[in-house]
Nanobody
Framework: VQLQASGGGLVQAGGSLRLSCAAS????????VGWFLQAPGKEREFVAY????????MYADPVKGRFTISRDNAKNTVYLQMNNLKPEDTADYYC??????????????????WGQGTQVTVSS
């Protein structure tokens, strides 16, 4: 499965962006799809995930109420809608897919397929 992430950009604080993660060469069926961020000089961090089967979601505390993960089954695409963006959200954002369970879905090491990063910059 190949993942293509897109939608990053430069936005002012309080603004919105929608990231997309499209799969090719396979489908997201039976996978967990996650979004992670990595700020310069920092470790990769969990942002959100969605289980393709059932559609359950989970968010990191800093983004709860501001970010929403969703999907388009027909397009085999997962989205991350980011509202009320803050300067501290600035990072490269990565989508990933893996066969995880609840206890491992926040851990990037359990994801097998990764898209390239898409850069999000939030100015104050």
């Amino acid at each position: 499965v190949q993942l293509q992430a897109s939608g990053g950009g430069l936005v002012q604080a309080g603004g919105s962006l929608r990231l997309s993660c499209a799969a090719s060469g396979g489908t997201f069926s039976s996978y967990t799809v996650g979004w992670f961020l990595q700020a310069p000089g920092k470790e990769r961090e969990f942002v959100a995930y969605m289980r393709w089967h059932g559609g359950s979601t989970m968010y990191a505390d800093p983004v709860k109420g501001r970010f929403t993960i969703s999907r388009d089954n027909a397009k085999n695409t997962v989205y991350l809608q980011m509202n009320n963006l803050k300067p501290e959200d600035t990072a490269d954002y990565y989508c990933a897919a893996g066969r995880t369970v609840t206890s491992t879905s926040r851990d990037s090491q359990y994801y097998n397929y990764w898209g390239q990063g898409t850069q999000v910059t939030v100015s104050s």
